[in-house]
């Protein structure tokens, strides 16, 4: 109706008829009441049930409730659903008798008994629950009393969740983390996961197995708590290598054991969350120390093998150049004694020449002096030919090497005066006797004074040094059958000369001692000095060493054995 105020209101109106004494209807009588604001309350009274009722209906969780006799007062869709019903409203005033077996539907009635007894909730109760269609379900129940004004308990609020599909899920998680377990468990290797800040997350068995520690004392520990310094601190490098990489690693790491140090190969890798961001470094370590040991081992066998085949070599060579040397001696001892007598009367023809000549015929004089000279250099190389070759024969006698090297410094004098050489003597007063023959020694040292002298004719110092000691090794000469004769251990005496001058070439060192190998100009040196040395030297089982010094200059070494007094 519209109100005298112009508005709009809802009225409720009772009419009656308004009669006469005789019972006519003379008129009607009526009474409006405006109601507006009760229609309003109830409107709104509705949109709220049906709000709530959309909201249970719209619950994936099961939305029930029972009054003290069991029947329905209300239910949601999802519950109708599950007893295989399609309208929730068809459900109300019925039990759970009538949808479900009696022995389930007895067992919820005795749930429900006791929450009207003894007023206490059930909460979250796990338990199997079978629908409509016979399916096992995993369902966890609540269910709350509800109480009047009066605090009467009058109905039963009840709420299950269907959980069945968490519980599957959750089964084969455990099932696959158990999967992984056993795997990591009966693996030889030692497997462990930790957090970036380095403690474990996870150990497998064997891990537990080489430390003596059960998993719950390892697990949040660091490898600090564990290890000694050294190894935490390394394995903690590798850790922090991986998670700055980003990427897995191969390293070797030192274990310490029972039983000493072990080699690991360790793969490392970040294990990375859905995020992608590093969480955990896992580790899978597999014990190398027996490959490592036979690795070893091979490679000492293969190096044992390298210098016997070197030593074969050096023999083979040493055998040759001996051979060589012994034919060249023999050829140079026939030249020498096929040449020594025709030169012999050369030179006694040319004194008679030289007397005839008398001092008028100057040409012929001059001519007759450059003969005379070259007949004594030919004398010399035939002396230098007859020392290389001659007889295997020494005069052996004890004695001590300071003198003979005083001996032959002697006769170096002139040499060494002329090329402004200063001489310096270092002697070891405790040199234990040499057993040599010394008139051959000194020829040898004679030798290398003169080379010295030869390298040093700007001037320069020649240091004589005499030492005595124990061979640490023995070098290798190529052309020296020394080696069986001076071995490692044994007591040696020795003497260097070590001189200032411009050294050797490198690619010289190969030929120094060849018969006639000279750098020297022609008719200056023979070529012959140190290949007789060397043989003499040879002859007396010592050794001849010649090195370019680092200080620059020559050191020329004669070492020979101690002999035992
Ligand atoms: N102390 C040294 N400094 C530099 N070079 C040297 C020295 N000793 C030897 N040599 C080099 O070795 C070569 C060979 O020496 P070796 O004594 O056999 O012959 P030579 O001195 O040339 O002649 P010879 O000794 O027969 O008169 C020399 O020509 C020289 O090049
Ligand atoms: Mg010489």
Redo the contacts with the bound molecule.
Sequence with gaps: EILTTGEEAWVLTTKMPFRSRRGDIIGTFGISNDVSELVSTQKALERERNILRALIDSFPDHIYIKDHAGAFMVVNRAFAAFAGVEDPYAMLGKTDFDYFPSDLAKEYQGEDLEIFETGESLLNREGQRRNAKGEERIMVTTKVPLVDEAGERYAIVGMSRDVTEQRLAREALLQSERQIQHIVDNSPAVIYLKNVDGSYLLVNRQFEKLFHLKRKDIVGKDDYAIFEREAADMFRENDILVIEEGEAIQVEELVPQDDGNHTYLSAKFPVRNLAGDIYAIGGVATDITDRKRHEQALSRLNDELMEANENLRNAQEQLIQAEKMESIGRLAAGVAHEVKNPLAMIGMGLEIVARRAGEDDKRLGDAVERMRRGVERAKDIIK?LVDFSSAHQLKLEKQDLNAVVEEALALARWQLQSANVELVREYSDDLPPVEVDSTKVEQVLL?LC???A??MEEGGTLTARTRTGKLKGVERQEGARTERHLRKGDRYVAVDFL?T????EEE?FAK?FDPF????ATGV???????VARKIVDLHHGMLE?VNRDSGG?R?TLTFKAASD
């Design positions: 230098g030798n003169i080379n010295a030869h390298a001189d001058g411009p050294g050797i010289s120094i190998f000279t750098t020297k040196g023979t070529g012959l000095g140190l290949s010649i020559v020329a």
